[in-house]
C-alpha cells in the first residue's frame, strides 16, 4: 500500500473503532484512535500474516499488551478480512466473539489473549525466544501503552528479550501521554522512556506514531537490527481523528452518546472526503 491508501485505510478503521464502541455503550476509544496508524501499518504493511489462514506456522505474531485497545485491534482485523466489518457492532455484547479484550480462542487473527497490563510483552517475548530455539524466522511485535510501562514485569521482560539478543522482537510504545487517571507524568512518571529502553539494551527509535512516512521508515529500520530487540516509541495523539477526543483524558474509556458518535462520524467523513481529493 502507499500512504495514501494507508491513510485513507486508518480512517475507515477509526470509524469502525466508534462504530464499535458506541454501539457497545462502552470500551476504550482514546487510546484505540492513537494507535489506529500502527494498527493499520503493522497489518496491511508490515506482517506476515493471512487472513484465510490465520494460524499459519510462519505468520509474524502480535500481542496487544493494552488488551483494552481491543476496539482498535478489533476494527483492524476485520478491515484486513480476519472476519465481517458488521460484527464490530456487537462489540461487548452478550453472546458475541468480540469480548471487551482479546480472546486467542475465539478471535480469528488474535494470537495472544490479553488486558492484564504489563503481562502482553512477556507473552511476545516468549514467542520470540521460541522463534530463535526453533530456527523459525517470523517476527513479533507487541503494542504497549505509555501508562502500561509502569509495570515491573515490562522490564522484567524487557531484561531477558535484550539478554537473548531477541533481533526478531519490535516492542512499540503508544505514547499519547495520558492513562485513566490523567498525564502519565501526574500519574507516575516514565519519562525518558527511550532512555530507560536504551539503559534495557533495546535498539530505540523515536517517531510521530500518527505519521505514516516516520512509521515506515521506524519499522524497515527495525528489520535491519541484529543482536538486540528494538523499542518504537511512537508519540501520538490520544483520540486521534476525532475533534472533541482528541487529547482528552476522558475518552480513555468511555464511549460516545448519539449526538456525540453523529459528530465523530462527521469529522472521519469529512476526513475520508479530504484523503479522497489528495
Same mark, same amino acid.
Given at each position: 500500500?502507499?500512504?495514501?491508501?494507508?491513510?485513507?485505510?486508518?480512517?475507515?478503521?477509526?470509524?469502525?473503532?466508534?462504530? =464499535?464502541?458506541?454501539?457497545?455503550?462502552?470500551?476504550?476509544?482514546? %487510546?484505540?484512535?492513537? =494507535?489506529?496508524?500502527?494498527?493499520? !501499518?503493522?497489518?496491511?504493511?508490515?506482517?506476515?500474516?493471512?487472513?484465510? /489462514?490465520?494460524?499459519?506456522?510462519?505468520?509474524?505474531?502480535?500481542?496487544?499488551?493494552?488488551?483494552?485497545? @481491543?476496539?482498535?485491534? !478489533?476494527?483492524?482485523?476485520?478491515?484486513?478480512?480476519?472476519?465481517?466489518?458488521?460484527?464490530?457492532?456487537?462489540?461487548?455484547?452478550?453472546?458475541? !466473539?468480540? +469480548?471487551?479484550?482479546?480472546?486467542?480462542?475465539?478471535?480469528?487473527?488474535?494470537?495472544?489473549?490479553? %488486558?492484564?497490563?504489563?503481562?502482553?510483552?512477556? &507473552?511476545?517475548?516468549?514467542?520470540?525466544?521460541s522463534a530463535k530455539l526453533s530456527k523459525a524466522d517470523y517476527r513479533v511485535y507487541t503494542l504497549l501503552g505509555d501508562g502500561?510501562?509502569?509495570?515491573? +514485569?515490562?522490564?522484567?521482560?524487557?531484561?531477558? =528479550?535484550?539478554?537473548?539478543?531477541?533481533?526478531?522482537?519490535?516492542?512499540?510504545?503508544?505514547?499519547? /501521554?495520558? +492513562?485513566?487517571? %490523567?498525564?502519565?507524568?501526574?500519574? /507516575?512518571?516514565?519519562?525518558?522512556?527511550?532512555?530507560?529502553?536504551?539503559?534495557?539494551?533495546?535498539?530505540?527509535? /523515536?517517531?510521530?506514531?500518527?505519521?505514516?512516512? +516516520?512509521?515506515? @521508515?521506524?519499522?524497515?529500520?527495525?528489520?535491519?537490527?541484529?543482536?538486540?530487540?528494538?523499542?518504537?516509541? &511512537?508519540?501520538?495523539?490520544?483520540?486521534?481523528?476525532?475533534?472533541?477526543?482528541?487529547?482528552?483524558?476522558?475518552?480513555?474509556?468511555?464511549?460516545?452518546?448519539?449526538?456525540?458518535?453523529?459528530?465523530?462520524?462527521?469529522?472521519?467523513?469529512?476526513?475520508?472526503?479530504?484523503?479522497c481529493q489528495m
Open positions: 500500500m502507499n500512504k495514501l491508501e494507508l491513510m485513507k485505510t486508518a480512517n475507515e478503521i477509526r470509524k469502525g473503532i466508534i462504530e =464499535a464502541v458506541h454501539s457497545a455503550k462502552s470500551g476504550h476509544p482514546g %487510546g484505540s484512535l492513537s =494507535a489506529a496508524d500502527i494498527f493499520t !501499518y503493522l497489518y496491511f504493511e508490515e506482517m506476515n500474516i493471512d487472513p484465510e /489462514n490465520p494460524k499459519k506456522e510462519d505468520r509474524d505474531r502480535f500481542v496487544l499488551s493494552k488488551g483494552h485497545t @481491543a476496539p482498535g485491534l !478489533y476494527s483492524t482485523l476485520a478491515h484486513r478480512g480476519f472476519f465481517p466489518v458488521e460484527d464490530l457492532k456487537t462489540l461487548r455484547h452478550v453472546g458475541s !466473539y468480540l +469480548q471487551g479484550h482479546p480472546d486467542m480462542k475465539h478471535i480469528p487473527g488474535v494470537d495472544m489473549s490479553s %488486558g492484564s497490563l504489563g503481562q502482553g510483552i512477556s &507473552a511476545a517475548v516468549g514467542m520470540a525466544l502500561e510501562i509502569q509495570e515491573g +514485569q515490562v522490564w522484567e521482560a524487557s531484561m531477558l =528479550a535484550a539478554s537473548r539478543k531477541l533481533d526478531n522482537l519490535v516492542v512499540i510504545v503508544d505514547n499519547n /501521554n495520558l +492513562q485513566i487517571d %490523567g498525564t502519565i507524568e501526574e500519574v /507516575n512518571s516514565p519519562y525518558p522512556i527511550d532512555k530507560k529502553f536504551e539503559a534495557f539494551n533495546f535498539h530505540v527509535i /523515536n517517531i510521530d506514531g500518527n505519521d505514516f512516512d +516516520q512509521i515506515d @521508515a521506524a519499522f524497515k529500520e527495525a528489520k535491519k537490527v541484529k543482536g538486540q530487540p528494538t523499542a518504537i516509541i &511512537a508519540k501520538t495523539i490520544k483520540g486521534k481523528g476525532v475533534s472533541f477526543m482528541e487529547d482528552q483524558v476522558s475518552w480513555h474509556g468511555a464511549a460516545p452518546n448519539d449526538e456525540q458518535f453523529a459528530v465523530a462520524m462527521e469529522d472521519l467523513e469529512k476526513a475520508g472526503e479530504a484523503l
